[in-house]
């Protein structure tokens, strides 16, 4: 995950880079879809559940002792292993396409050749291109196995309001 002096990196050379603009893809539910290795389980206080939650997946039929057990397949939030599967997975997926984790800088990936840069955080990328087609080729890339939503003005990052001004030459 990319940290933010990384994302004020990457805009400070998407401003220094000639050409270069900024976009956010979103990869839709990654993190929570990825699949665990095996399953987990976990067991919660039915009194501590909102109400609406137990009616809406009818947990009252499935206490035992005051307590609501779960069987968890793939990644949740605060699951210690789930980041490390989403990161596994998205990884070797992403390599059959010539991207890769800068060695020495966490959250930041880089193409064998083209210009690109992108930042990772959770399953937000910001991505820094020049031209186009190199932008597509990550978004074709992620869209084989992910749904993605795209914001090519680049106006929303990691929480972040991001403005960017046309350059005046």
């Given at each position: 995950?990319?940290?933010?002096?990384?994302?004020?990196?990457?805009?400070?050379?998407?401003?220094?880079?000639?050409?270069?603009?900024?976009?956010?893809?979103?990869?839709?539910?990654?993190?929570?879809?990825?699949?665990?290795d095996r399953p987990e389980y976990v067991h919660i206080q039915i009194s501590v559940i909102?109400?609406?939650?137990?009616?809406?997946?009818?947990?009252?039929?499935?206490?035992?002792?005051?307590?609501?057990?779960?069987?968890?397949?793939?990644?949740?939030?605060?699951?210690?292993?789930?980041?490390?599967?989403?990161?596994?997975?998205?990884?070797?997926?992403?390599?059959?396409?010539?991207?890769?984790?800068?060695?020495?800088?966490?959250?930041?990936?880089?193409?064998?050749?083209?210009?690109?840069?992108?930042?990772?955080?959770?399953?937000?990328?910001?991505?820094?291109?020049?031209?186009?087609?190199?932008?597509?080729?990550?978004?074709?890339?992620?869209?084989q196995h992910c749904i993605v939503t795209t914001d090519w003005s680049g106006s929303k990052?990691?929480?972040?309001?991001?403005?960017?001004?046309?350059?005046?030459?």
């Amino acid at each position: 995950t990319g940290s933010l002096e990384l994302i004020k990196l990457i805009a400070n050379n998407v401003l220094s880079t000639p050409d270069a603009k900024f976009a956010c893809f979103d990869i839709k539910n990654f993190y929570l879809g990825t699949p665990l290795d095996r399953p987990e389980y976990v067991h919660i206080q039915i009194s501590v559940i909102p109400q609406e939650f137990i009616d809406e997946y009818n947990l009252t039929e499935y206490v035992h002792g005051g307590w609501v057990y779960f069987e968890i397949t793939n990644g949740v939030y605060g699951l210690k292993q789930a980041g490390k599967f989403a990161n596994d997975l998205l990884t070797e997926r992403l390599a059959a396409h010539g991207y890769y984790h800068c060695p020495t800088t966490a959250g930041l990936w880089r193409h064998k050749w083209r210009p690109i840069l992108c930042v990772l955080i959770v399953d937000d990328f910001g991505l820094q291109y020049v031209n186009r087609r190199h932008a597509d080729h990550l978004l074709q890339a992620l869209q084989q196995h992910c749904i993605v939503t795209t914001d090519w003005s680049g106006s929303k990052f990691a929480g972040i309001d991001l403005a960017w001004t046309p350059s005046l030459d």
